[in-house]
């Protein structure tokens, strides 16, 4: 026989429109909370900024990535080109780079996309098998048409009651601990 435990995990505060979003996003974020997260039901302008999040490396990774597929392409068919195979036609040099340009542009592509994938189960924590915001019951009011602050309890300045207070202090009115269900097993096997 199994039970479930409660475990406060954090606090969601719940707002009506987007500019009050915008302005408790400011407030939490000037409050030096690092472990938060908004969510909304629509693209909101202004609320990465709001929130203080850098602009992300994902284009960087991507570039990179991207030139090393060109690299790799380049060593691959100039290699098999110039050095394991080499084969003079109609007069070319050895290494010619300019057949290959449809290869070089694969595996770019190739290179970036698998990159940026893997970026994206790392930086956005895919993977979980579990949320608490959907056992809640917040995320179908926030796919509707609220929107949402998630203090996490794991941020180093949580504590419920202050940040209920930060809550109700950017005007929040629908405060509601996140709680995640633990469940303990009893079974002997």
């Keep these: ?45 202004g609320l990465d900024r709001a929130m203080g999040l850098k602009s992300s490396p994902l284009p960087t990774l991507a570039l990179t990535a991207g030139l090393i597929g060109v690299l790799a392409a ?28 449809p290869i070089y542009f694969e595996m770019f592509v190739l290179f970036s996309a698998l990159t940026i994938m893997g970026s994206l189960f790392v930086f956005c924590g895919l993977g ?29 300045m949580y504590s419920q009651a202050d940040a209920k207070t930060l809550l109700e202090a950017t005007g929040c009115r629908d405060i509601r601990p996140l709680v995640q269900f633990e469940e303990e097993d009893d079974a002997i096997i």
């Design 74 to 101: 380049f060593v691959l068919t100039g290699g098999l080109n110039a050095l394991h195979y080499p084969i003079r036609i109609a007069g070319k040099p050895m290494l010619s780079w300019q057949a290959f340009v």
């Design 1 to 45: 026989m199994s039970k479930s435990r409660e475990k406060v995990v954090g606090v969601v505060g719940l707002y009506d429109d987007p500019s009050s979003l915008l302005r408790a996003a400011e407030g939490v974020r000037d409050a030096g909370f690092t472990r938060w997260d908004c969510h909304t039901p629509f693209p909101v302008h």
């Design 128 to 156: 979980r098998w579990h949320s608490p915001l959907h056992d809640s019951g917040v995320m179908s009011e926030i796919t509707g048409a609220r929107f949402a602050i998630v203090l996490g309890a794991d941020d180093r």
